[in-house]
Nanobody, 124 residues
Framework: QVQLVESGGGLVQAGGSLRLSCAAS????????MGWFRQAPGKEREFVAG????????YYADSVNGRFTISRNNAKNTGDLQMNSLKPADTAVYYC?????????????????WGQGTQVTVSS
């Protein structure tokens, strides 16, 4: 079992930045890929970014590519999502997720563990 807790959400102005963090605990000694998803009001949860176990391969949704950066620190069992140039369309609840594999995939059902989410609101 892996437990995930997100933090760092808040209210920011358009064009601003936020850094989300995900703390993992439990059976973190086994390899796991990490992903970030978000769910806006009235919409389905969607893939935002993912990072492999080794941290060398990173993947982004087209809507955030170039603005968001995903990273992880396996020694600390943490992962981060740096969000720059935020837009009102980025407003959503952001979720950290993990899967018991080294590779990143985009479908939600491929992830085994989920955090409770953290709210990100971008004002115009």
């Amino acid at each position: 079992q892996v437990q995930l807790v997100e933090s760092g959400g808040g209210l920011v102005q358009a064009g601003g930045s936020l850094r989300l963090s995900c703390a993992a605990s439990g059976r973190t000694g086994s390899p796991y890929a990490m992903g970030w998803f978000r769910q806006a009001p009235g919409k389905e949860r969607e893939f935002v970014a993912g990072i492999t176990w080794g941290g060398l391969a990173r993947y982004y949704a087209d809507s955030v590519n170039g603005r968001f950066t995903i990273s992880r620190n396996n020694a600390k069992n943490t992962g981060d999502l740096q969000m720059n140039s935020l837009k009102p369309a980025d407003t959503a609840v952001y979720y950290c997720a993990a899967r018991q594999a080294t590779a990143v995939v985009r479908p939600r059902h491929e992830y085994d563990y989920w955090g409770q989410g953290t709210q990100v609101t971008v004002s115009s």
